[in-house]
T-cell receptor
Framework: DAGVIQSPRHEVTEMGQEVTLRCKPI?????LFWYRQTMMRGLELLIY????????DSGMPEDRFSAKMPNASFSTLKIQPSEPRDSAVYFC???????????????FGPGTRLTVL | GEDVEQSLFLSVREGDSSVINCTYT??????LYWYKQEPGAGLQLLTY?????DMKQDQRLTVLLNKKDKHLSLRIADTQTGDSAIYFC???????????FGTGTRLLVSP
């Protein structure tokens, strides 16, 4: 398997622009997570989905952030409008409930480094 | 809510052992994990331990769990320069997929 795929790897945009981050989870995984990593706040869980349904979005910082999962193989995280304080590395991860070998393991993508000028 | 704490930085010499410590507050934690993050990359699972275990060994890695004190440690034997990275501990409850991560410990291994 190719692992979790994220695109783009790097994104530079100007304040006020819309940003869309994309994620393809590992095939067969039924959980998908979006994280944000900054020096100041560390690794924060933004939202997670189970079987394409959002389960917990309490970590989404503001209404400017939205996430969708239209099918089992694709998710987006959108920021509209973007602000300089949104600059961070955004990670997507996926997992499969009930994996007998290593339960609850999350597999991370390489991340998208977002810079908002 | 749950909280996971780690020291921020550790520096060792190549060939020495490294010990990275973690404390957590959630007494119902069922699984505890160690993840490694290399520069410019995502997190990679290193190892995990079930809460009814005290110790787990996996090649150069030894995980110790003191459930009474809610203390988890990761020992890396014969540390190599390639082990330089940020190490995160994380915990989760049974049946819940949500991981709570620590702040991360940056390990620097010098030749």
């Amino acid at each position: 398997d190719a692992g979790v795929i994220q695109s783009p790897r790097h994104e530079v945009t100007e304040m006020g622009q819309e940003v869309t981050l994309r994620c393809k989870p590992i095939s067969g995984h039924d959980y998908l997570f979006w994280y944000r990593q900054t020096m100041m706040r560390g690794l924060e869980l933004l939202i997670y989905f189970n079987n394409n349904v959002p389960i917990d979005d309490s970590g989404m910082p503001e209404d400017r952030f939205s996430a969708k999962m239209p099918n089992a193989s694709f998710s987006t995280l959108k920021i509209q409008p973007s602000e300089p304080r949104d600059s961070a590395v955004y990670f997507c991860a996926s997992s499969q409930l009930g994996t007998s070998r290593v339960p609850d393991t999350q597999y991370f993508g390489p991340g998208t480094r977002l810079t908002v000028l | 809510g749950e909280d996971v704490e780690q020291s921020l930085f550790l520096s060792v010499r190549e060939g020495d052992s490294s010990v990275i410590n973690c404390t957590y507050t959630d007494s119902s934690s069922t699984y505890l994990y160690w993840y490694k993050q290399e520069p410019g990359a995502g997190l990679q699972l290193l190892t995990y331990i079930f809460s009814n275990m005290d110790m787990k060994q996996d090649q150069r890695l030894t995980v110790l769990l003191n459930k009474k004190d809610k203390h988890l440690s990761l020992r890396i034997a014969d540390t190599q320069t390639g082990d330089s990275a940020i190490y995160f501990c994380a915990e989760t409850d049974t049946g819940f997929q949500k991981l709570v991560f620590g702040t991360g410990t940056r390990l620097l291994v010098s030749p």
